[in-house]
């Protein structure tokens, strides 16, 4: 099957801890992308990817690092400098060709929870 | 900079009604596209319907349809006969052309509860 994963589903991290998550691929898709999600807010982008070994800064990239050494992995790494770390995360995929029918299809989520 | 707009926080529909789910975006471009995106209480997004903005003819697919009104920048999603597993949260996404990313630009949903 065909799709997007995205490892752990909940994530627990204690304040002042990096933590990473996982986002994996098998769609052949070029472009990846990190979106956070709070409540009330809609989905607000936080880092993209449009080829391997290339990523650039989204609307809220502060306190977040990718990276993109494979086509098929974006990790996203949350750091202790973000301050407000616990949302919702969801990662996408499309085949980047940059046109507006270049659709992205996401994961499933990983819930990250500071405690 | 473009914005979406979803007036509706939350909505209800009796089981087997039509109910329709309203967003505005504002942009200056020509071209774009336009998206339906449905939110489970999984929370896995799921692409509903998608519409080209050259395109007169609104999309359908299925029991969804859009209603497109470029000139007044409306993008409403119909749903027909509606069916209790399409209880989720739906938002509204724009996408422009030429930019240096294919970012999605979303509304802030609006949570559609089916009554049986």
């Known amino acids: 099957d065909g799709g997007i994963t995205q490892s752990p589903k909940y994530l627990f991290r204690k304040e002042g801890q990096n933590v990473t998550l996982s986002c994996e691929q098998n769609?052949?898709?070029?472009?990846m992308y990190w979106y956070r999600q709070d409540p009330g807010q809609g989905l607000r982008l936080i880092y993209y990817?449009?080829?391997?070994?290339?990523?650039q800064k989204g609307d809220i990239a502060e306190g977040y690092s990718v990276s993109r050494e494979k086509k098929e992995s974006f990790p996203l790494t949350v750091t202790s400098a973000q301050k407000n770390p616990t949302a919702f995360y969801l990662c996408?995929?499309?085949?980047?060709?940059?046109?507006?029918?270049?659709?992205?299809?996401f994961g499933p989520g990983t819930r990250l929870t500071v405690l | 900079a473009q914005t979406v707009t979803q007036s509706q926080p939350e909505m209800s529909v009796q089981e087997a009604e039509t109910v329709t789910l309203s967003c505005t975006y504002d942009?200056?471009?020509?071209?774009?596209?336009l998206f339906w995106y449905k939110q489970p209480p999984s929370r896995q997004m799921i692409l509903v319907i998608r519409?080209?903005?050259?395109?007169?003819q609104n999309a359908t697919e299925n029991r969804f349809s859009v209603n497109f009104q470029k000139a007044a920048k409306s993008f409403s999603l119909k749903i027909s006969d509606s069916q209790l597993g399409d209880a989720a949260m739906y938002f509204c996404?724009?996408?422009?052309?030429?930019?240096?990313?294919?970012?999605?630009?979303f509304g802030t949903g609006t949570l559609l509860a089916v009554q049986p």
């Open positions: 996408a995929s499309s085949i980047g060709d940059r046109r507006p029918t270049d659709t992205q299809y």
């Open positions: 769609l052949n898709h070029d472009a």
């Open positions: 990817s449009q080829i391997v070994n290339d990523f």
């Open positions: 942009t200056s471009e020509s071209d774009y596209y």
């Open positions: 519409q080209e903005a050259y395109k007169q």
């Open positions: 996404a724009y996408k422009g052309y030429g930019g240096a990313t294919n970012k999605l630009i």
